[in-house]
T-cell receptor, first 114, second 114 residues
C-alpha cells in the first residue's frame, strides 16, 4: 500500500532536548512538506523540499531543521531553540507538475515537551 | 495576517440537509483552492479542489464554488451524512503550483446531527 508514514504517533521529551520526527513516503512523490497544527489553528508550513538535497524554509522555520538525503524521507528535527515545540506535526507529499497542489498527509506525530 | 479565513469555527447541520462551509481569502495571487477533511489525531485528507479559472467543481455530494471578485469560496455537502462530521480546512496556493506549500485557514468543525 502506498502512503506516508510518520513515527512515532506520540512523542514526549524534556525541555532542552532535540528530537527528530520521522516521515517516509512510498508514493514516489517529489515534494515533501512539514506542517504544524496547534489547537484551534490551521496548519502552518515549517519546511518544504521539492527535490533531494534541497529544502526551503516555510512560514515558521525558526527552531527547526530538516534534511532530504533520499526522495522517500524527510525527517524534521525540533531543536531546543524552538520556544513552543508542543504541537501536532504533519508531514505531506505531492507530485511535481499539475498535481503539486494536492498534498497527501501522513497520520501525524503529537509532540509533548515538558 | 491571515490570508485564508474561515470565520465559522463550528457549524451544526441536521442529517440529510445541506452543509455550507465558507472561506475567504485576501491574497490575489492565490490561483488554486482546496478543501481538506480532518478527523481528530489524524492527518487531513484531500476532498475537492478548484482552479481560479473555474467557478464551480463538483464531485459526488461535494461541490465547491469560487467567487473570485469577492475572494470567497464555499463547500456544499448534499446531503449531509453522519460521517461528514469532522474539521474542514480551506487551503490555497499562490501560483507556484503549490510546490512551495499551501496556506490553510483555521478550520470549521462540522457537526452533523441525527
Amino acid at each position: 500500500d502506498g502512503g506516508i508514514t510518520q513515527s512515532p504517533k506520540y512523542l514526549f521529551r524534556k525541555e532542552g532536548q532535540n528530537v527528530t520526527l520521522s516521515c517516509e513516503q512510498n508514493l514516489n512523490h517529489d515534494a515533501m512538506y512539514w506542517y504544524r497544527q496547534d489547537p484551534g489553528q490551521g496548519l502552518r508550513l515549517i519546511y518544504y523540499s521539492q527535490i533531494v538535497n534541497d529544502f526551503q524554509k516555510g512560514d515558521i522555520a525558526e527552531g527547526y531543521s530538516v534534511s532530504r538525503e533520499k526522495k522517500e524521507s524527510f525527517p524534521l528535527t525540533v531543536t531546543s531553540a524552538q520556544k513552543n515545540p508542543t504541537a501536532f506535526y504533519l508531514c505531506a507529499s505531492s507530485l511535481m507538475g499539475s498535481s503539486f497542489h494536492e498534498q497527501y498527509f501522513g497520520p501525524g506525530t503529537r509532540l509533548t515537551v515538558t | 495576517d491571515q490570508q485564508v479565513k474561515q470565520n465559522s469555527p463550528s457549524l451544526s447541520v441536521q442529517e440529510g440537509r445541506i452543509s455550507i462551509l465558507n472561506c475567504d481569502y485576501t491574497n490575489s495571487m492565490f490561483d488554486y483552492f482546496l478543501w481538506y477533511k480532518k478527523y481528530p489525531a489524524e492527518g487531513p485528507t484531500f476532498l475537492i479542489s478548484i482552479s481560479s479559472i473555474k467557478d464551480k467543481n463538483e464531485d459526488g455530494r461535494f461541490t465547491v464554488f469560487l467567487n473570485k471578485s469577492a475572494k470567497h469560496l464555499s463547500l456544499h455537502i448534499v446531503p449531509s451524512q453522519p460521517g461528514d462530521s469532522a474539521v474542514y480546512f480551506c487551503a490555497a496556493s499562490d501560483g507556484g503550483g503549490g510546490a512551495d506549500g499551501l496556506t490553510f485557514g483555521k478550520g470549521t468543525h462540522l457537526i452533523i446531527q441525527p
